[in-house]
Protein backbone atom coordinates (compact mmCIF):
# COMPACT_ATOMS: atom_id res chain seq x y z
CA UNK A 1 0.00 0.00 0.00
CA UNK A 2 2.58 2.68 0.91
CA UNK A 3 4.77 1.93 -2.67
CA UNK A 4 1.22 2.76 -4.60
CA UNK A 5 0.44 5.50 -2.39
CA UNK A 6 4.42 6.63 -3.23
CA UNK A 7 4.01 6.11 -7.05
CA UNK A 8 0.76 8.32 -6.76
CA UNK A 9 2.35 10.90 -4.97
CA UNK A 10 4.99 10.95 -7.99
CA UNK A 11 2.32 10.75 -10.82
CA UNK A 12 0.68 13.71 -8.90
CA UNK A 13 3.97 15.75 -9.02
CA UNK A 14 4.32 14.98 -12.77
CA UNK A 15 1.02 16.00 -13.43
CA UNK A 16 1.37 19.64 -11.37
CA UNK A 17 4.75 19.62 -13.39
CA UNK A 18 3.24 19.50 -16.57
CA UNK A 19 0.53 21.96 -15.91
CA UNK A 20 3.23 24.45 -14.61
CA UNK A 21 4.72 23.94 -18.05
CA UNK A 22 1.99 24.22 -19.89
CA UNK A 23 1.44 27.55 -18.40
CA UNK A 24 5.30 29.00 -18.64
CA UNK A 25 4.73 27.88 -22.42
CA UNK A 26 1.70 29.92 -22.71
CA UNK A 27 3.07 32.85 -21.34
CA UNK A 28 5.80 32.54 -23.67
CA UNK A 29 3.52 32.34 -26.50
CA UNK A 30 1.40 35.31 -25.73
CA UNK A 31 4.47 37.53 -24.51
CA UNK A 32 5.64 40.74 -26.60
CA UNK A 33 3.19 40.02 -29.24
CA UNK A 34 1.63 43.12 -28.46
CA UNK A 35 4.99 44.72 -28.44
CA UNK A 36 5.22 43.38 -31.52
CA UNK A 37 2.23 44.65 -33.22
CA UNK A 38 2.82 48.48 -31.71
CA UNK A 39 6.49 47.96 -33.22
CA UNK A 40 5.09 47.13 -35.96
CA UNK A 41 2.53 49.65 -36.46
CA UNK A 42 4.79 52.52 -35.86
CA UNK A 43 7.39 51.43 -38.47
CA UNK A 44 4.24 51.47 -40.93
CA UNK A 45 3.22 54.84 -39.42
CA UNK A 46 6.79 56.09 -39.88
CA UNK A 47 7.47 55.01 -43.08
CA UNK A 48 4.30 56.54 -44.21
CA UNK A 49 5.15 60.07 -42.85
CA UNK A 50 8.21 59.75 -44.81
CA UNK A 51 6.18 59.33 -47.61
CA UNK A 52 4.13 62.21 -47.71
CA UNK A 53 7.01 64.42 -46.38
CA UNK A 54 8.51 63.31 -49.60
CA UNK A 55 5.44 64.88 -51.79
CA UNK A 56 5.96 68.23 -50.63
CA UNK A 57 9.59 67.97 -50.81
CA UNK A 58 10.57 65.72 -53.69
CA UNK A 59 11.01 67.56 -57.34
CA UNK A 60 9.03 66.25 -60.09
CA UNK A 61 11.25 66.80 -62.35
CA UNK A 62 13.87 64.11 -60.80
CA UNK A 63 11.48 61.35 -61.23
CA UNK A 64 11.51 61.75 -65.15
CA UNK A 65 13.18 58.93 -65.31
CA UNK A 66 11.42 56.41 -62.67
CA UNK A 67 9.42 54.58 -65.31
CA UNK A 68 8.31 51.20 -65.14
CA UNK A 69 10.40 50.10 -68.15
CA UNK A 70 13.41 51.93 -66.44
CA UNK A 71 16.73 49.94 -66.19
CA UNK A 72 18.16 47.99 -68.91
CA UNK A 73 18.46 44.50 -67.77
CA UNK A 74 21.67 43.18 -69.87
CA UNK A 75 23.44 46.07 -68.36
CA UNK A 76 22.77 44.79 -64.64
CA UNK A 77 20.03 47.62 -64.02
CA UNK A 78 17.15 45.32 -64.05
CA UNK A 79 14.06 47.70 -62.70
CA UNK A 80 11.45 46.56 -65.42
CA UNK A 81 8.12 46.79 -63.81
CA UNK A 82 5.99 46.65 -66.51
CA UNK A 83 3.57 43.51 -65.23
CA UNK A 84 2.82 45.80 -62.48
CA UNK A 85 2.52 49.33 -63.23
CA UNK A 86 2.11 48.71 -67.27
CA UNK A 87 4.00 49.45 -70.25
CA UNK A 88 4.64 53.18 -70.10
CA UNK A 89 3.97 55.23 -66.65
CA UNK A 90 4.96 58.23 -68.69
CA UNK A 91 7.22 59.32 -66.39
CA UNK A 92 9.39 61.46 -68.54
CA UNK A 93 6.64 64.05 -69.14
CA UNK A 94 7.48 65.11 -65.86
CA UNK A 95 10.78 66.24 -66.98
CA UNK A 96 9.69 70.06 -67.26
CA UNK A 97 7.86 70.33 -64.02
CA UNK A 98 10.63 72.05 -61.99
CA UNK A 99 8.18 72.25 -58.46
CA UNK A 100 7.28 69.65 -55.67
CA UNK A 101 5.02 66.85 -56.66
CA UNK A 102 2.90 67.89 -54.48
CA UNK A 103 2.73 71.16 -56.15
CA UNK A 104 1.80 69.18 -59.29
CA UNK A 105 -1.34 67.32 -57.42
CA UNK A 106 -2.51 70.16 -55.95
CA UNK A 107 -2.58 71.67 -59.69
CA UNK A 108 -4.35 68.35 -60.93
CA UNK A 109 -6.71 68.49 -57.91
CA UNK A 110 -8.10 72.38 -58.31
CA UNK A 111 -11.11 71.08 -60.28
CA UNK A 112 -11.57 67.92 -58.09
CA UNK A 113 -10.06 65.28 -60.13
CA UNK A 114 -7.04 63.51 -60.18
CA UNK A 115 -6.92 62.76 -63.87
CA UNK A 116 -3.07 64.75 -64.95
CA UNK A 117 -5.41 68.00 -66.46
CA UNK A 118 -7.55 70.84 -65.06
CA UNK A 119 -11.34 70.50 -65.91
CA UNK A 120 -12.33 67.95 -68.31
CA UNK A 121 -10.57 69.40 -72.06
CA UNK A 122 -7.92 71.78 -69.89
CA UNK A 123 -4.28 72.33 -69.47
CA UNK A 124 -1.94 69.93 -68.23
CA UNK A 125 -1.29 68.72 -64.86
CA UNK A 126 -0.12 65.48 -64.44
CA UNK A 127 -0.63 65.33 -60.83
CA UNK A 128 -1.50 61.56 -61.12
CA UNK A 129 1.64 60.69 -62.90
CA UNK A 130 3.73 62.65 -60.75
CA UNK A 131 2.20 60.56 -57.49
CA UNK A 132 2.41 57.36 -59.88
CA UNK A 133 5.99 58.11 -60.60
CA UNK A 134 6.64 58.66 -57.11
CA UNK A 135 5.01 56.08 -55.44
CA UNK A 136 6.51 53.40 -57.56
CA UNK A 137 9.90 54.90 -55.85
CA UNK A 138 9.15 55.36 -52.29
CA UNK A 139 7.46 52.32 -52.43
CA UNK A 140 9.75 50.28 -53.36
CA UNK A 141 10.51 48.70 -49.66
CA UNK A 142 8.07 47.75 -48.61
CA UNK A 143 6.55 46.25 -51.75
CA UNK A 144 9.83 44.07 -51.03
CA UNK A 145 8.23 43.41 -48.07
CA UNK A 146 5.15 42.15 -49.24
CA UNK A 147 2.92 45.05 -49.35
CA UNK A 148 0.45 45.98 -51.70
CA UNK A 149 -0.56 49.68 -51.53
CA UNK A 150 -3.25 51.96 -52.74
CA UNK A 151 -3.41 56.68 -52.74
CA UNK A 152 -6.35 58.18 -53.35
CA UNK A 153 -8.17 62.09 -52.55
CA UNK A 154 -11.04 61.87 -49.84
CA UNK A 155 -12.84 65.46 -50.91
CA UNK A 156 -12.84 67.99 -48.13
CA UNK A 157 -16.38 67.82 -47.53
CA UNK A 158 -16.47 64.15 -45.97
CA UNK A 159 -14.23 61.40 -45.65
CA UNK A 160 -14.92 59.31 -48.85
CA UNK A 161 -12.67 58.61 -51.62
CA UNK A 162 -13.43 61.06 -54.25
CA UNK A 163 -13.90 58.39 -56.50
CA UNK A 164 -16.66 57.30 -54.86
CA UNK A 165 -18.51 60.73 -54.53
CA UNK A 166 -21.78 60.47 -56.24
CA UNK A 167 -24.41 63.38 -55.14
CA UNK A 168 -26.87 61.44 -52.43
CA UNK A 169 -25.56 58.45 -52.36
CA UNK A 170 -22.97 57.47 -49.37
CA UNK A 171 -21.79 54.14 -50.21
CA UNK A 172 -18.87 53.25 -52.67
CA UNK A 173 -19.71 53.88 -56.01
CA UNK A 174 -17.53 51.68 -58.77
CA UNK A 175 -19.03 52.99 -61.78
CA UNK A 176 -19.08 56.52 -60.29
CA UNK A 177 -15.23 55.33 -59.58
CA UNK A 178 -14.32 54.42 -63.16
CA UNK A 179 -16.02 57.72 -64.11
CA UNK A 180 -14.47 60.09 -62.17
CA UNK A 181 -11.19 58.17 -61.44
CA UNK A 182 -10.11 56.84 -64.45
CA UNK A 183 -7.01 54.05 -64.44
CA UNK A 184 -4.47 53.57 -63.93
CA UNK A 185 -4.66 54.37 -60.88
CA UNK A 186 -1.83 54.91 -58.09
CA UNK A 187 -1.18 51.62 -57.00
CA UNK A 188 1.22 49.16 -57.22
CA UNK A 189 -1.50 46.43 -57.46
CA UNK A 190 -1.56 46.03 -61.26
CA UNK A 191 -3.00 42.48 -62.76
CA UNK A 192 -3.32 40.74 -59.75
CA UNK A 193 -6.00 43.53 -57.84
CA UNK A 194 -7.46 44.69 -61.78
CA UNK A 195 -10.66 45.09 -60.04
CA UNK A 196 -9.21 47.52 -56.89
CA UNK A 197 -10.81 50.82 -57.42
CA UNK A 198 -10.34 52.30 -53.79
CA UNK A 199 -9.03 51.33 -50.01
CA UNK A 200 -12.40 50.88 -49.51
CA UNK A 201 -12.75 48.14 -52.48
CA UNK A 202 -14.12 44.93 -51.21
CA UNK A 203 -11.39 42.77 -53.22
CA UNK A 204 -9.08 43.88 -50.33
CA UNK A 205 -8.96 41.85 -47.26
CA UNK A 206 -10.20 44.79 -44.86
CA UNK A 207 -9.10 42.89 -41.22
CA UNK A 208 -5.05 43.14 -42.64
CA UNK A 209 -5.91 47.04 -43.93
CA UNK A 210 -3.72 49.73 -42.69
CA UNK A 211 -4.70 53.37 -44.16
CA UNK A 212 -3.02 56.82 -43.12
CA UNK A 213 -4.67 59.94 -44.21
CA UNK A 214 -2.89 63.25 -44.20
CA UNK A 215 -4.10 66.90 -44.86
CA UNK A 216 -3.96 67.76 -48.46
CA UNK A 217 -5.02 71.69 -48.63
CA UNK A 218 -6.05 72.81 -52.45
CA UNK A 219 -6.28 76.32 -53.22
CA UNK A 220 -9.43 76.55 -55.19
CA UNK A 221 -9.28 78.78 -58.66
CA UNK A 222 -9.48 82.35 -57.16
CA UNK A 223 -12.90 84.37 -58.40
CA UNK A 224 -12.82 85.55 -61.81
CA UNK A 225 -11.26 82.45 -63.06
CA UNK A 226 -13.07 81.60 -66.52
CA UNK A 227 -13.52 78.00 -64.81
CA UNK A 228 -16.73 78.94 -63.00
CA UNK A 229 -18.26 80.53 -65.80
CA UNK A 230 -17.99 77.37 -67.89
CA UNK A 231 -19.00 75.55 -65.35
CA UNK A 232 -22.52 77.19 -64.60
CA UNK A 233 -22.55 77.41 -68.39
CA UNK A 234 -23.00 73.81 -68.34
CA UNK A 235 -19.15 72.57 -68.72
CA UNK A 236 -18.31 69.77 -66.31
CA UNK A 237 -15.17 72.09 -65.18
CA UNK A 238 -15.31 72.11 -61.68
CA UNK A 239 -16.62 69.43 -59.48
CA UNK A 240 -19.87 70.28 -56.83
CA UNK A 241 -17.56 69.75 -53.75
CA UNK A 242 -13.99 71.33 -55.31
CA UNK A 243 -15.92 75.14 -55.64
CA UNK A 244 -15.36 77.29 -52.38
CA UNK A 245 -17.20 76.14 -49.12
CA UNK A 246 -20.57 78.94 -49.70
CA UNK A 247 -20.07 80.45 -53.16
CA UNK A 248 -22.51 79.10 -56.20
CA UNK A 249 -23.27 80.35 -59.78
CA UNK A 250 -22.31 82.61 -60.93
CA UNK A 251 -18.83 82.83 -59.49
CA UNK A 252 -17.68 83.05 -55.74
CA UNK A 253 -17.40 86.60 -54.04
CA UNK A 254 -15.12 87.13 -51.42
CA UNK A 255 -12.44 85.22 -49.66
CA UNK A 256 -11.65 81.85 -50.70
CA UNK A 257 -10.43 79.26 -48.15
CA UNK A 258 -8.20 76.47 -49.30
CA UNK A 259 -10.41 73.16 -49.10
CA UNK A 260 -9.21 70.29 -46.68
CA UNK A 261 -8.91 67.42 -49.24
CA UNK A 262 -7.03 64.48 -47.50
CA UNK A 263 -4.48 62.08 -49.10
CA UNK A 264 -5.03 58.14 -47.88
CA UNK A 265 -2.13 55.89 -48.56
CA UNK A 266 -3.57 52.29 -47.70
CA UNK A 267 -1.38 49.26 -47.37
CA UNK A 268 -2.42 45.39 -47.08
CA UNK A 269 -0.13 42.20 -47.38
CA UNK A 270 0.00 41.23 -50.87
CA UNK B 1 8.77 -8.49 14.48
CA UNK B 2 9.63 -7.89 10.83
CA UNK B 3 7.01 -6.52 8.65
CA UNK B 4 6.29 -8.15 5.28
CA UNK B 5 7.83 -6.15 2.22
CA UNK B 6 9.00 -3.29 4.50
CA UNK B 7 12.48 -1.72 3.25
CA UNK B 8 12.78 0.89 5.36
CA UNK B 9 11.24 4.27 5.60
CA UNK B 10 13.11 5.87 2.50
CA UNK B 11 13.36 2.51 0.30
CA UNK B 12 9.66 2.10 0.31
CA UNK B 13 9.43 5.29 -1.43
CA UNK B 14 12.21 4.24 -3.80
CA UNK B 15 9.42 4.13 -6.54
CA UNK B 16 7.98 7.88 -6.45
CA UNK B 17 11.66 9.10 -6.76
CA UNK B 18 11.70 8.28 -10.65
CA UNK B 19 8.68 10.46 -11.48
CA UNK B 20 10.04 13.45 -8.83
CA UNK B 21 13.30 13.55 -10.35
CA UNK B 22 12.17 13.33 -14.08
CA UNK B 23 9.68 16.03 -13.36
CA UNK B 24 12.01 18.05 -11.11
CA UNK B 25 14.15 18.13 -14.04
CA UNK B 26 11.76 18.56 -16.76
CA UNK B 27 10.17 21.76 -14.65
CA UNK B 28 14.19 23.04 -14.25
CA UNK B 29 14.69 22.58 -18.11
CA UNK B 30 11.41 24.75 -19.02
CA UNK B 31 12.47 27.44 -16.65
CA UNK B 32 15.67 27.30 -17.87
CA UNK B 33 14.51 28.10 -21.33
CA UNK B 34 11.61 30.04 -20.65
CA UNK B 35 13.99 32.21 -18.89
CA UNK B 36 16.05 32.23 -22.40
CA UNK B 37 13.47 32.48 -24.41
CA UNK B 38 11.99 35.75 -22.32
CA UNK B 39 15.34 37.21 -22.49
CA UNK B 40 15.37 36.59 -26.55
CA UNK B 41 12.33 38.05 -27.19
CA UNK B 42 13.41 41.28 -24.89
CA UNK B 43 16.73 41.40 -26.20
CA UNK B 44 14.72 41.45 -30.18
CA UNK B 45 12.38 44.03 -28.91
CA UNK B 46 14.59 46.54 -27.68
CA UNK B 47 16.39 45.90 -31.18
CA UNK B 48 13.63 46.91 -32.81
CA UNK B 49 13.17 49.80 -30.59
CA UNK B 50 15.97 51.36 -31.36
CA UNK B 51 15.69 50.83 -34.82
CA UNK B 52 12.80 52.84 -34.54
CA UNK B 53 14.12 55.55 -32.39
CA UNK B 54 16.63 55.97 -34.59
CA UNK B 55 14.94 56.49 -37.37
CA UNK B 56 12.66 58.88 -36.10
CA UNK B 57 15.19 60.86 -35.34
CA UNK B 58 16.83 60.53 -38.98
CA UNK B 59 13.49 60.66 -40.93
CA UNK B 60 11.99 63.65 -39.02
CA UNK B 61 12.50 66.94 -41.21
CA UNK B 62 11.97 64.56 -44.32
CA UNK B 63 14.93 65.42 -46.06
CA UNK B 64 19.05 65.75 -45.32
CA UNK B 65 21.79 67.06 -46.49
CA UNK B 66 25.68 65.69 -45.79
CA UNK B 67 25.94 68.33 -43.24
CA UNK B 68 23.01 67.92 -41.26
CA UNK B 69 23.48 64.03 -41.44
CA UNK B 70 26.74 64.02 -39.40
CA UNK B 71 25.31 66.95 -37.13
CA UNK B 72 22.41 64.12 -36.23
CA UNK B 73 25.36 61.57 -36.32
CA UNK B 74 27.41 63.36 -33.65
CA UNK B 75 24.78 64.76 -31.28
CA UNK B 76 21.71 62.46 -31.70
CA UNK B 77 22.36 59.19 -33.16
CA UNK B 78 25.71 58.19 -31.54
CA UNK B 79 24.37 59.47 -27.55
CA UNK B 80 21.53 57.55 -28.37
CA UNK B 81 22.54 54.23 -29.42
CA UNK B 82 25.18 54.29 -26.95
CA UNK B 83 22.60 55.03 -24.05
CA UNK B 84 20.78 52.31 -25.76
CA UNK B 85 23.57 49.63 -25.53
CA UNK B 86 23.37 48.46 -29.23
CA UNK B 87 25.30 48.78 -32.50
CA UNK B 88 24.06 50.54 -35.33
CA UNK B 89 25.26 51.76 -38.31
CA UNK B 90 22.84 54.39 -40.45
CA UNK B 91 23.88 54.71 -44.36
CA UNK B 92 22.60 57.54 -46.20
CA UNK B 93 22.39 57.07 -49.74
CA UNK B 94 21.57 59.70 -52.43
CA UNK B 95 19.89 58.02 -55.32
CA UNK B 96 17.98 60.47 -57.30
CA UNK B 97 16.83 59.70 -60.50
CA UNK B 98 15.45 55.77 -59.70
CA UNK B 99 16.04 53.98 -55.68
CA UNK B 100 17.83 51.11 -57.30
CA UNK B 101 16.49 48.44 -54.68
CA UNK B 102 16.46 45.92 -57.55
CA UNK B 103 19.99 44.71 -57.98
CA UNK B 104 22.00 43.29 -55.92
CA UNK B 105 20.85 42.66 -52.37
CA UNK B 106 17.24 44.72 -52.03
CA UNK B 107 18.06 45.63 -48.25
CA UNK B 108 21.89 46.83 -48.59
CA UNK B 109 21.43 47.70 -52.20
CA UNK B 110 24.35 50.19 -53.88
CA UNK B 111 24.11 53.77 -54.18
CA UNK B 112 25.07 56.17 -56.46
CA UNK B 113 27.20 59.50 -56.04
CA UNK B 114 28.17 60.83 -52.20
CA UNK B 115 26.19 59.83 -48.87
CA UNK B 116 26.78 59.11 -45.61
CA UNK B 117 27.53 56.68 -42.50
CA UNK B 118 27.15 56.44 -39.22
CA UNK B 119 27.94 53.73 -37.21
CA UNK B 120 29.44 53.06 -33.68
CA UNK B 121 30.44 49.89 -34.50
CA UNK B 122 34.04 48.81 -35.47
CA UNK B 123 34.46 46.96 -38.92
CA UNK B 124 36.91 44.56 -40.19
CA UNK B 125 36.52 45.92 -43.81
CA UNK B 126 38.77 48.68 -44.41
CA UNK B 127 36.22 49.66 -46.99
CA UNK B 128 33.50 50.63 -44.23
CA UNK B 129 34.70 54.07 -42.91
CA UNK B 130 32.95 57.28 -41.83
CA UNK B 131 34.07 59.60 -44.47
CA UNK B 132 31.60 60.73 -46.77
CA UNK B 133 32.58 59.76 -50.00
CA UNK B 134 32.66 56.21 -49.78
CA UNK B 135 32.88 52.93 -51.82
CA UNK B 136 29.59 52.38 -53.72
CA UNK B 137 29.77 48.82 -51.77
CA UNK B 138 29.67 49.75 -48.16
CA UNK B 139 25.69 48.51 -47.89
CA UNK B 140 27.12 44.80 -48.92
CA UNK B 141 30.15 45.09 -46.41
CA UNK B 142 28.09 46.31 -43.62
CA UNK B 143 25.58 43.12 -44.46
CA UNK B 144 28.32 40.55 -44.39
CA UNK B 145 30.04 41.37 -41.05
CA UNK B 146 26.31 42.28 -39.08
CA UNK B 147 24.65 38.78 -37.85
CA UNK B 148 20.92 39.08 -36.69
CA UNK B 149 20.25 42.61 -37.29
CA UNK B 150 17.11 44.74 -37.44
CA UNK B 151 16.96 46.67 -40.78
CA UNK B 152 14.63 49.56 -41.25
CA UNK B 153 14.57 51.61 -45.08
CA UNK B 154 12.85 54.82 -45.43
CA UNK B 155 12.47 57.13 -48.66
CA UNK B 156 14.18 60.40 -47.64
CA UNK B 157 14.60 63.70 -49.69
CA UNK B 158 18.17 64.65 -50.64
CA UNK B 159 19.86 67.28 -53.07
CA UNK B 160 19.84 65.99 -56.36
CA UNK B 161 22.25 65.45 -58.20
CA UNK B 162 25.38 66.73 -56.38
CA UNK B 163 24.58 67.98 -52.88
CA UNK B 164 25.07 71.26 -53.69
CA UNK B 165 22.08 71.43 -55.67
CA UNK B 166 19.03 73.35 -55.12
CA UNK B 167 16.87 70.65 -56.63
CA UNK B 168 15.65 67.80 -53.96
CA UNK B 169 15.24 64.39 -55.46
CA UNK B 170 14.90 60.37 -54.24
CA UNK B 171 17.48 59.11 -51.35
CA UNK B 172 17.24 56.06 -48.83
CA UNK B 173 17.94 56.04 -44.77
CA UNK B 174 18.81 52.45 -44.15
CA UNK B 175 19.19 52.15 -40.61
CA UNK B 176 21.08 48.75 -38.97
CA UNK B 177 20.95 47.95 -35.45
CA UNK B 178 22.25 44.67 -34.01
CA UNK B 179 23.74 43.48 -30.64
CA UNK B 180 26.73 44.65 -29.00
Known amino acids: ?76 DCQ ?51 LRCLFREVMKPFRQAGYNYFVEVLDPDNIRPIQSWTTGVTSYSRPRAELAYPAPWVTDTGTGYAGVYSCEDPHINATALLAVSTPFRVQPPGKDDAAYEKDCGGEDTIENYAWPKGSSCPGPTGVINPLGYQLRVCVWPA | MKKRGFIGPLGDDIPSIFPIVLGIVVFMGTIVYANGAYNARNADLHLRKTALELSYMATEKGTLSTQEFQDLCDKSFKPYAS ?98
Not at chain 1, 41 to 59: A, C, E, G, P, R
Not at chain 2, 110 to 118: E, K, P
Not at chain 2, 122 to 132: G, H, M, R
Request: glycine letters at 8%; charged letters at 15%.
Open chain 1, 80 to 130: NETGVYGEDMNCSQLASWQVSVGDVVKKDLVDGRLDDKFGTNGAEAPGKTA
Open chain 2, 83 to 180: HAGTNFAIVFKRHCSKIDLFNKNPFYSNYSGNAGLCTNAAFKSPLINSTPSMTPDVGTAIADEVKDAVVLNYPIAVNCPEENSATLGLGVINVIVWQK
Open chain 1, 1 to 76: MRGQAAIFDGIMFLMLVSFSMAMVFTFLNTYGIAQDNVIRSSHTLNYMQSVMKSIYLIDASTLAQADSNAGDCTKG
